[in-house]
């Protein structure tokens, strides 16, 4: 069993690790050095470059595309083989890009260690590279060390330190020596300090217990190597259609080779046939149309301060079904805000948001002038001169240098017109007992009235009482009574019930030649004034993210290293999902079965350590979810990385947490990943509607074909104009369908089941009912054409039939329910414009002379653009009329499997 380090005292520590305070000899180290490695976090071997670069090709698509390249070659058509592998050759350099990004992470991971350490080693301090410690080695450190290895304190003089990126508590840590009680999370062991940590403040000596790997960074180094990524929901959705396609094609050219050779055809013609079938068939804009458009909602999500990081985490954020955030500054300002007051009896409420110095004070609902109330103005005046904070302001923007607590108490004095810099200029600092996580309190001298000395003092609320002889009351001191205790501490532990925390002030006269200061000047003589309530406040733009995610059908649950009962408060004044409250200690007793079983009953996770979140996202996930997890520290690297997407804060995300993560939140603010989940659902509509488009062309085209083979023993196109088809009127086309501006009912819409793709039973319906119509007009229009004209213009008659559905189809392709009307029809001015010049080259592949070379074209007169327009119409018209009367004729298994409730 692993010994649980913060049980023991230091002595006992040093004893079991086999060392001393004086540390180890060199002689031990060396054979320390050997028995457990060297003090490294340490990456699995990566493939060759070239290894990951080839991995891009395996994919079912990919075959397609690579045999419609072949095809192409094969019947000299150079130019559409280039485009074809050009296209494929992009989509593999941004996945190798992608592939890369874990060891990235694990880079950002490393640049963590401290490069030197002061040791004891044969009873001296040298510094020697920090790769070097060993278990059993005491260390020193001092204000603005990195911490070098996990460590139990051994002796320790006022000693805090950061620990925000293996915990997430943005706040310092005041540590100590003792001996701490079982069963408590990482974020409580005060004892301990860990391997990448910064020390703010004091000094200490400890001794190494684990180093390297077994570190709970390496713990984490080592989460993050071993996660798969996992196919995203647009990934698997494109291979299923890639295997459509593939079996598609297979039969056809199967169909077409028993038709030819019932015709009579030799095998060359059924070999051109055959050609022709497989260029229908394979989309092959579809990956550069794909890219386009996720492309597109990356500068989209940009704009609203959501940075895509990998392409199909755009597509991703659209299906999620559950968001975990962090607390601390995404779903709460991280600006600790004086809430409410309490003097001389009374409770004052104030308003104001952050460090902002605008703010009002009431008393029982009624505004309140803080002149007036001279115990109000003195409490103020306490919080902010015994105080090392500093408020700034610039460009509307106010941000705090120093502790978040202190400055809290500043920007409340600010809101009441009470300027730090001018109360320090008439009342300056003399003399000052610092804060100690011993003394609990803050200590400054002043000058007083009338040549006198006056003692500010600001701490816990228990030990100030403790220091307090008197009570202000209005403007007078009064001795203090058990029953103003009882007031006080009511009124202290009212707060603390709304997650506050609370400081008390407390003041004291001394004579005028007082220089100097110290505790017994203030011992049993302060006059306590009264308490500060202060929080970091939910979000507004927050609130409303939440309600639009419950309309969504989107889980939010909050994460946090903060204690349960504030963690409970945050999630009442969010409105949170209603759930049950769960502990890391709590956690930490369940196994992954019991996990899964019950994780959908939970809304709030408090006290959580380090890799507790990666097995929240698991969990999630082994219960059918798509799963979004936020986090800004090295301890979220897994979770964000195991989740479906993974979303790091740009301001207070660690290097680590972003190299992992899908996508970086410019603003670190939770309103931004309700709005980028909103793109990611409008960007998988305008896919869907892109699949629909290319897809129902590709198969009218095949049947067209088929039709015209077995009725009439010719192709109603040649290969070359079934890719000018493909390649340019559909990518015109479709291209701008991704570009398609939002509806706006994206967020009214149910999260779609994560087994629901691109293609779904409706879908499927709708692209069969299109394909259909097309493929009976063209073999219609060619059949007509070729009784009454030449081969030649038959074949342009049927092309110039074959676009004019193109133009029109991408009006109808827009929305599956909405009219064109509805929609507007110059909504979409990139599909206005795009469209327009696909008619300027389609005129020039008709009538240009050197492009009706290539393309086999020949002029034809109005009479015949009039029925391909005709027949183009009459299908626009067929389906805007469907959309009026039968809105959800093809909304089968849209958002969940059919046959799921």
């Known amino acids: 069993m692993t010994k649980q380090w913060h049980n023991l005292n230091p002595d006992e520590a040093l004893l079991a690790l086999g060392s001393s305070r004086t540390g180890l000899s060199s002689a031990q180290a060396s054979e320390r050095l050997q028995q457990y490695g060297t003090n490294e976090l340490k990456g ?31 019947v000299e058509h150079y130019v559409d083989a280039w485009v074809i592998l050009g296209v494929l050759i992009v989509n593999a350099v941004i996945g190798f890009m992608q592939e890369t990004r874990a060891e990235k992470a694990m880079e950002a991971l ?25 278990p059993g080695d005491v260390f020193l450190l001092e204000t603005g060390d990195r911490v070098p290895a996990d460590a139990r304190l051994v002796e320790v003089s006022n000693l805090k330190t950061n620990e925000a990126a293996l915990t997430g508590e943005s706040m310092p840590v005041d540590k100590h020596s003792e001996a701490l009680a079982d069963a408590i999370s990482i974020a409580d062991r005060k004892n301990t300090v860990y391997l990448g940590t910064v020390v703010t403040y004091g000094r200490a000596t400890a001794v190494a217990v684990t180093t390297g790997m077994s570190t709970e960074i390496g713990k984490i180094a080592n989460a993050i190597q071993e996660i798969r990524p996992e196919k995203t929901p647009l990934q698997k959705s494109l291979g299923k259609l890639s295997k459509f396609i593939l079996v598609l094609v297979l039969g056809i050219v199967a169909i077409l080779t028993v038709a030819g050779l019932a015709r009579g055809l030799d095998w060359l013609e059924i070999f051109f046939l055959a050609v022709a079938a497989s260029v229908s068939a394979i989309p092959e804009g579809l990956p550069a149309v794909v890219t386009v458009v ?11 301060n959501a940075v895509i990081r990998r392409l199909a985490a755009v597509e991703t954020l659209g299906s999620t079904t559950i968001i975990c955030s962090d ?21 004052i409420v104030v308003t104001g948001e952050g460090y902002e110095p605008h703010g009002q004070f009431y008393i029982d609902g009624r505004l309140v002038e803080v002149p007036d109330y001279p115990a109000l103005r003195l409490h103020l005046q306490i919080g902010a001169l015994c105080n090392d904070a500093l408020l700034t302001c610039e460009d509307n923007f106010c941000s705090i240098y120093g502790d978040p607590t202190e400055g809290a108490l500043v920007a409340v004095a600010a809101k009441a017109g009470m300027d730090k810099e001018g109360l320090e200029k008439s009342f300056p600092r003399l003399d000052e007992i610092p804060f100690q996580s011993e003394r609990q309190y803050m200590a400054t001298l002043h000058p007083g009235v009338e040549s006198s000395r006056r003692v500010y003092v600001k701490g816990a609320v228990e030990r100030v009482l403790a220091l307090s002889g008197y009570l202000l009351s209005s403007d007078t001191a009064l001795p203090l009574a058990e029953k103003d205790i009882q007031t006080i501490m009511q009124a202290n532990n009212q707060m603390a019930e709304q997650a506050m925390r609370v400081i008390a002030t407390a003041y004291t006269e001394l004579p005028a030649e007082t220089e ?34 419950k309309q969504a059908g989107i889980k939010v649950v909050m994460i946090t290293g903060d204690n349960k009962i504030t963690a409970e408060s945050i999630a009442r004044q969010l409105n949170l999902a209603p759930g049950k409250v769960i502990t890391g200690v709590e956690l930490q007793q369940m196994d992954d079965e019991a996990l899964s079983r019950q994780i959908e009953e939970f809304s709030v996770f408090a006290r959580i350590e380090p890799l507790h979140k990666l ?35 740009g301001i207070t995300g660690t290097d680590v947490a972003k190299e992992a993560c899908d996508m970086i939140l410019a603003d670190d603010n939770f309103a931004s990943v309700v709005a980028a989940v909103e793109e990611g659902r409008a960007i998988f509509n305008r896919l869907r509607n892109v699949v629909f488009f290319l897809a129902s062309t590709n198969i009218g085209e095949l049947l067209g074909l088929i039709l015209s083979v077995g009725f009439i023993g010719k192709a109603p196109l040649l290969p070359l104009q079934i890719i000018w088809v493909n390649l340019v009127t559909d990518t015109a086309a479709g291209v701008p369908l991704g570009l398609e501006p939002k509806f706006g009912d994206e967020l009214k819409q149910p999260p779609r089941h994560p087994r629901v793709g691109l293609l779904f039973p409706g879908l499927l319906l709708r692209i069969a009912f299109m394909a259909t119509l097309m493929g009976i007009g063209i073999y219609l229009v060619f059949s007509w054409a070729q009784a009454r004209m030449s081969l030649a213009e038959a074949r342009t008659v049927a092309f110039c039939t074959m676009v004019t559905f193109e133009w029109f189809r991408s009006f109808n392709a827009r929305s599956d329910e909405y009219t064109a009307i509805r929609l507007g ?77």
């Open 516 to 549: 100097g200061l110290d505790e017994r000047h203030i011992k049993g003589n302060l006059v306590f004034v009264g308490l500060a309530g202060m929080a970091d406040p939910p979000r507004e733009e927050a609130r409303e993210a939440v309600k639009k995610c």
């Open 294 to 304: 996720l492309a597109s909602g990356m500068q989209i999500m940009a704009r609203r």
């Open 615 to 649: 097995r929240l996202v698991n969990a999630f996930k082994s219960r059918g979810h798509i799963v979004a997890m936020t986090g800004d520290g090295v301890n979220d690297a897994p979770a964000l990385k195991s989740a479906n997407i993974g979303i790091a804060m």
């Open 327 to 347: 607390k601390t500054g995404t779903l709460t300002l991280n600006e600790m805000t004086v809430r409410s007051l309490f003097v001389a009896g009374k409770y």
């Open 44 to 74: 699995k071997r990566k493939p060759p470059p070239i290894l990951v670069f080839l991995r891009q090709f395996l994919s079912p698509l990919i075959y397609v595309l690579l045999a419609a390249a072949v095809v192409s070659i094969t």
């Open 825 to 901: 029809l110059m909504r979409n001015r990139w599909l206005v414009i795009t469209i327009s010049a696909a008619i300027l080259l389609q005129l020039a592949a008709v009538y240009v002379p050197f492009m009706q070379i290539a393309f086999g074209t020949v002029p034809i007169g109005a009479d015949r653009w009039g029925i391909a327009f005709l027949a183009g119409g009459s299908l626009f018209l067929i389906e805007e009329s469907r959309k009026i009367f039968f809105p959800r004729l093809f909304s089968l298994g849209k958002w969940k499997p059919v046959g799921r409730r």
């Open 110 to 134: 490393l640049q963590m260690a401290a490069p030197r350490a002061k040791v004891r080693r044969d009873g001296f301090a040298r510094q020697i590279p920090s790769r070097e410690i060993v």
